[in-house]
């Protein structure tokens, strides 16, 4: 049997992969990735693999995509996130759809169409408002940590608003509803909302939508809350954070497909009187 | 990518132009009129203006990449960042006393006499305009030209060539001489010649492989913009296209083994152009044809209906012009070239020349069915661009169009 992975090295955690010739995962990683991409894409393949029971011999080619796409000397090849998210989700979930993805630095929206071939897709401006940063913010202007916001949220029962445009100034909007007496587990919610409101405007979502990315796996809150705000049927892919990095593996396979073809094609030639 | 040889011949045009801008200035050889780049460019030079065009002298330093030093000088004159930043890194370098024209010998811009705009593109060229003309104590004039126009009609046309043939007499006025009739042709003759050489340089790249990119197309439409009404710009043009033919005839394309081939809408980020140039060639992506670069290909300049056929080519510019007409351009030229897809530059600071806010990207798929990419920038101010943002949208859509042509050659193979 044959093993093929991917890293998907993004600007705030590197996620890995492995996956066998059929595309089912043998075992994920997610790291931080801090200031050296490098060194955070080799311990997130380390992680795999001993999470996977593999070796570096026993894998046929790793494939990169993210940010640092380019920093990962030990990458047989690269695609975009873009690619890899669209990839990743199409082998579990038939289009067409619409793919979702909120990263902690970006989000972008992918259209795929029946055969999983992309259309489309769309990056938001280089912002934080929109993206995982943004609860990270409210997380720590409301002093609980970030994984506790989703349970926070949970406890909401007053319809809070928060109008601002930018992540900065949704942050001292908050601290004006905190010392109006508002409760933590509303604003938590008014910012879940804040945050899909930014999303929704991005694309016309609708048909069948796939979020994917860490804050999704980190926060359902947020796919609920993208539930109702669009009119479509939201289906989350098993393993949402690493599906770049499981979009990588199946590039590795794919290439490796290829290859194979090719190589036998050539051999057919010479065989040809 | 080879360079083309003709840019020895475009360096020494552009020399010799700055040079003679810079003897008007500094040694009063002739009156000094500033225009901007789609303004009354042929009266200036039969009036014997040296003619400077800020526009231009802002895209300098873009391309040096020094405008973001200017920028907050304006910024803090109350000239925000949203607007022009062709407009806030030229004030800004005024008021920092650089230009990069210093190599011959200007400290700032070349002292005007007179600063003639005109609104067919922007309103921000007159206010431009009148910032200077508040600080120096010169006359401003200008067009007041209607925009967005869906068909230009004989209204339009009469309203243009009136304000045109009213600033003939300020004009002399500042010139100290008489308008003449045949130097007026002359110029518009040239003017022609130009517009007429310069877009046969461009319809070039509808051979594949293109013998030139909108990278290079940037570069070497400086003598159309500068030398409009010059007789120097249709002898440069000669060259380059005499070049451009032999290319195609031995089918050497600007970017090595061309595979994709793409149009490009809006402005430039001009200090990114080397690089999105070679980022382009490393995916084997031709960026064949622009809006941009065709603007300067005026349409009809007739030197037997100067005023006319002025107002006509001013009024029926791209940018001048509604959606709809916009559109129907930019469909010919997705035909005309044959591309695979379309990148729209959504310029940060110039909502003129970026037609993503209106929906345009979105209909042209859906009427041409061919892909759209946004990408964000901005021409001057390079804190609008995110390098790592653009690899990821151009190399995402490079892929989405590569797989979609596999996709096509393998269903046509079975
Ligand atoms: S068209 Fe845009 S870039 Fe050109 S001068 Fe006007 S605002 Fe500036």
Same mark, same amino acid.
């Given at each position: ?100 993805? $909120? ?42 940590? $970030? ?51 930014? $999303? ?42 690493? $599906? ?30 | ?21 810079? @003897? ?14 789609? !303004? ?21 330093? !873009? ?18 960042? @949203? &607007? ?6 030229? &004030? ?32 921000? *060229? ?24 869906? @068909? *230009? ?27 003449? @009739? ?94 999105? #140039? ?8 031709? *960026? ?33 012009? #509604? ?38 990207? !979105? ?52």
């Amino acid at each position: 049997m044959n093993y093929y992975a991917g890293v998907d090295s993004g600007s705030w955690t590197t996620k890995a992969a492995v996956i066998d010739g059929e595309g089912h995962v043998l075992g994920t990683a997610v790291t931080r990735s801090g200031a050296d991409l490098t060194a955070a894409a080799e311990r997130a393949y380390e992680m795999v693999l001993a999470n996977s029971g593999r070796t570096r011999a026993d894998i046929e080619a790793v494939w990169s995509t993210g940010f640092g796409r380019n920093t990962i000397p030990f990458a047989d090849g690269s695609r975009t996130e873009l690619d890899c998210h669209g990839r990743g989700v199409a082998h579990y979930i038939k289009g067409p759809l619409v793919v979702v993805d $909120i990263g902690g630095q970006d989000a972008k929206v992918i259209r795929l169409d029946a055969a999983g071939h992309r259309l489309s897709h769309r990056m938001n401006r280089k912002c934080a408002a929109g993206t995982g940063s943004f609860l990270d913010e409210i997380a720590l202007r409301l002093g609980i940590d $970030i994984g506790d916001l989703n349970a926070l949220g949970r406890g909401a029962t007053e319809n809070l608003e928060l109008s601002s445009f930018c992540t900065v100034f949704a942050g001292t909007e908050l601290l004006t509803l905190i010392r109006s007496g508002k409760r933590p587990a509303d604003l938590a919610m008014a910012a879940y909302r804040s945050l899909v409101k930014r $999303i929704v405007a991005m694309d016309v979502l609708e048909g069948r939508i796939a979020p994917t990315g860490g804050v999704v796996a980190y926060h359902p809150i947020m796919v609920e809350l993208i539930g109702a705000a669009c009119r479509g049927e939201v289906v989350v892919p098993p393993h949402p954070q690493e $599906i770049g990095a499981f979009g990588a593996a199946l590039a590795a396979l794919a290439a490796c497909e290829t290859q194979d073809i090719a190589d036998t094609s050539d051999t057919a030639e010479l065989v040809q009187p | 990518m080879s360079e083309l040889t003709s840019t020895t011949a475009l360096r020494a045009t552009m020399d010799a132009y700055y040079r003679s801008l810079a @003897d008007a200035a500094l040694r009063k050889t002739a009156p000094v009129a500033w225009c901007t780049s789609v !303004g009354p460019a042929e009266l200036l030079r039969a009036l014997g203006f040296a003619v400077h065009f800020p526009e231009n002298h802002a895209a300098i330093m !873009g391309a040096a990449r020094t405008a973001n030093r200017y920028l907050p000088l304006a910024h803090a004159q109350g000239y925000s960042q @949203d &607007i022009c930043s062709y407009l806030t890194s030229d &004030i800004g370098a005024y008021l920092a006393g650089e230009s990069p024209l210093e190599a011959y010998g200007l400290e700032r811009a070349p002292a005007p006499d007179v600063l003639v705009f005109n609104t067919n593109q922007c309103r921000d *060229v007159r206010d431009w305009f009148e910032w200077y003309g508040r600080e120096l104590g010169v006359p401003v004039l200008g067009l007041h030209s209607p925009r967005a126009i869906d @068909d *230009v009609t004989e209204s339009d046309i009469d309203a243009v060539t009136m304000q045109l043939e009213a600033l003939v007499a300020p004009l002399e006025q500042v010139a100290g001489t008489r308008l003449d @009739d045949a130097r007026l042709r002359a110029a518009m003759r040239a003017s022609r010649d130009t517009a007429g050489l310069w877009g046969a340089c461009l319809e070039t790249a509808s051979a594949r492989p293109a013998p030139l990119t909108f990278f290079d197309g940037s570069v070497h439409m400086g003598p159309a913009v500068v030398l409009r009404g010059s007789d120097d710009a249709p002898a440069y043009y000669r060259t380059l296209l005499a070049e451009l033919e032999q290319r195609v005839e031995n089918r050497v394309g600007a970017v090595p083994a061309e595979t994709l081939r793409l149009y490009w809408d809006g402005m430039p980020v001009w200090g990114r152009l080397r690089a999105l #140039s070679t980022m382009f060639a490393e995916f084997r992506t031709a *960026v064949v044809a622009s809006t941009y670069c065709n603007s300067w290909a005026f349409s009809g300049l007739d030197p037997a209906e100067p005023w006319r056929s002025v107002a006509r080519a001013l009024l029926e510019l791209f940018i001048a012009r #509604s959606e709809a007409p916009k559109e129907r351009y930019i469909a010919r030229m997705v035909e005309f070239y044959d591309v695979d897809g379309v990148i729209f530059h959504d310029c940060r600071t110039c909502s003129n020349n970026s037609n993503t806010r209106y929906g345009m990207p !979105g209909r042209i798929t859906e009427r041409l069915g061919i892909p759209t990419l946004v990408l964000d920038g901005d021409v001057n101010d390079l804190r609008c661009f995110s390098d790592e943002q653009a690899r990821t949208n151009i190399e995402g859509f490079v892929e989405q169009l590569t797989d979609a042509r596999a996709a096509t050659s393998a269903r046509g193979s079975r």
